[in-house]
């Protein structure tokens, strides 16, 4: 084996790697969680047909759940080059769920280290399991495409500041609930917009995975945090805030509007560029759709990531503290606090997740 260390990306951290003696399990959904995670798991090379081949001329998306082209300068381009767009587009879509499991792989194998617990560390052991299996099931699928794009300016940073957090709780509020509230929205979505059999089935059986890793983040974050130090409370409460305003950027959550971020980064300029499409004839199509009052409108039953799934699970766990609140206040951010989709999405110990 030789490593290449041009593809590699080297961080420091200064995370405590903690032992525990006591051998001891003091929270049962913890440990129903980590039996479950251990029952369940699935070999992606057994549980999935790879013979399919992907028809590049079909989408992989359904067109009329595809989001872009609601806009007028994207309906007026000639069919070919929507068609190659959407292409790119899905294909850098599927990088970032490829390259974002990568760090949940070693978010994860991190928790493992630093957990003070002893069913933490067990728990935390099966959700590495299960990060190797998403890395290796988007790495497959990817593959078939013949294109893996870079991972996203946005996407990189937040993890990165994830991974070398320097409190474990951290870790679980970056990675658990602001990046996984993403994916599950996202994984959510894309299992009912994709026209793929293969994709469906990837989703389906990482989305059972992740349905407990969001599981995790609450049982066992709330605990810990309602035992901290009011000082270390606001210190996590600040670092949840950070992520989240740095996920909210990275999905146009802000003025500057989702276009201006998309086209601040290498990755989707390479879409474009495959494409044919200027980065400026792109940036005034989103400006003309603005001034039209043109909004792009996700299907009705799509599920919103900040608004059902991570402000909720940050609330639930005490991430979020009245001197926060202030904070999302100033940034315009809302604090949302309604628990319905999180708890309808998230494995409740006793049931499956619910396809619907
Ligand atoms: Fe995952
Ligand atoms: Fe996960």
């Not at 988007?138 to 409190?167: C, M, N, S, W």
């Not at 759709?289 to 792009?296: L, N, S, T, Y």
């Amino acid at each position: 084996m030789s490593t290449n260390w041009e593809t590699a990306d080297v961080l420091k951290t200064p995370m405590e790697v903690c032992w525990q003696f006591d051998y001891e399990i003091d929270s049962q959904r913890l440990r129903n969680l980590y039996s479950k995670a251990k029952r369940q798991q699935w070999d992606a090379e057994q549980a999935l047909d790879w013979s399919l081949e992907i028809d590049p001329s079909r989408p992989l998306i359904d067109e009329s759940r595809f989001g872009m082209a609601q806009l007028p300068f994207f309906k007026a381009l000639p069919q070919r080059q929507q068609e190659t767009f959407r292409a790119h587009m899905t294909a850098y879509q599927l990088s970032q769920f490829l390259h974002g499991e990568q760090g949940a792989l070693m978010t994860a194998a991190a928790l493992t280290h630093a957990v003070p617990d002893y069913e933490g560390k067990l728990y935390a052991a099966t959700q590495t399991m299960d990060e190797a299996r998403h890395v290796e099931v988007y790495e497959k699928y990817v593959r078939k495409l013949a294109i893996v794009y870079p991972i996203g300016r946005f996407l990189k940073d937040l993890i990165d500041k994830t991974l070398t957090a320097d409190h474990w709780v951290k870790i679980a509020i970056g990675m658990n609930m602001v990046v996984e509230g993403l994916a599950l929205a996202s994984f959510h979505n894309m299992r009912r917009s994709t026209t793929c059999e293969l994709l469906r089935s990837i989703v389906e059986g990482v989305l059972r995975d992740e349905s407990r890793h969001v599981a995790f983040g609450s049982v066992y974050v709330g605990e810990a945090i309602a035992q901290m130090h009011a000082d270390d409370r606001e210190d996590i409460a600040e670092f949840a805030f950070e992520a989240v305003r740095a996920m909210m950027r990275g999905n146009g959550g802000e003025r500057r509007g989702r276009g201006a971020l998309l086209l601040a980064d290498p990755g989707f300029l390479e879409v474009l560029a495959k494409a044919e499409i200027e980065p400026e004839q792109m940036f005034r199509g989103f400006q003309e759709a603005r001034e039209q009052g043109i909004k792009v409108r996700p299907p009705s039953d799509q599920v919103h990531s900040f608004r059902d799934l991570m402000m909720p699970a940050l609330v639930r766990v005490g991430a979020v503290t009245e001197r926060s609140r202030a904070l999302y206040a100033e940034a315009n951010i809302p604090v949302w606090e309604d628990r319905t989709v999180l708890e309808s999405l998230e494995d409740q110990e006793t049931g499956e997740i619910e396809f619907d």
